[in-house]
């Protein structure tokens, strides 16, 4: 099955937000600050490209 670009745009912003809040949440779980901070860096990193993602979206949408 084929995915078109709205589809495709869709499917990576879900995976984003879903890495979002994957790293959050074993940012606060882990007990290593080193690592517990690179999960933050991560979910803000994830958080940045599902906002691009949807910018994008918005924009192939409106046309």
């Known amino acids: 099955m084929r995915l078109n670009t709205t589809e495709i ?3 990576k912003i879900l995976d984003a937000q879903e890495m979002v ?3 959050e949440s074993y940012s606060k779980e882990v007990r290593d600050s080193e690592v ?3 999960f933050k860096e ?3 990193e994830s958080g940045y490209q599902a ?3 949807r910018q ?8």
């Open 21 to 23: 809040r994957d790293y």
């Open 36 to 38: 517990s901070d690179l």
């Open 51 to 53: 906002k691009k993602l």
């Open 9 to 11: 745009l869709k499917k």
């Open 56 to 63: 994008l979206l918005k924009r192939i949408d409106n046309d």
């Open 42 to 44: 991560f979910a803000k």
